[in-house]
């Protein structure tokens, strides 16, 4: 199971960028994919989600009508559209697998982890 988030990059408020989850090595249709994030000196915390079974999708109330979790399974990748950006946006942005149904944003749940992705934004 392998994951790699890109699109990270340098924004300015206000700004959106996209970034992106390749997904290798699992059937897609059967793991739920989430996105998190680390700001320096914080915890990792979970943005968004997406389920397996039917699409079904949880965001961060600080990024609601903001972000957008989106999954292609045919490509293996999951999106996340990021519109609006603030500062306290600014983090590495990791996206993680786990085997299931649901959908969750608890860090514990999930067994797989790729490589984050910096963005930060700045004026």
């Known amino acids: 199971v392998q994951l790699q988030a890109s699109g990270g990059g340098l924004v300015q408020p206000g700004g959106s960028l996209k970034l992106s989850c390749a997904t290798s090595g699992f059937n897609l249709d059967y793991y739920g994919i989430g996105w998190f994030r680390q700001a320096p000196g914080k915890e990792r915390e979970g943005v968004s989600c997406i389920s397996s079974r039917d699409g079904s999708v949880e965001y961060a109330e600080d990024v609601k009508g903001r972000f957008t979790i989106s999954r292609d399974n045919v490509k293996n990748t999951v999106a996340l559209q990021m519109n609006s950006l603030k500062p306290e946006d600014t983090a590495v942005y990791y996206c993680?697998?786990?085997?299931?149904?649901?959908?969750?944003?608890?860090?514990?749940?999930?067994?797989?982890w790729g490589q984050g992705t910096e963005v930060t934004v700045s004026s």
């Open positions: 993680a697998a786990f085997v299931g149904g649901f959908i969750t944003t608890t860090l514990a749940e999930y067994g797989y």
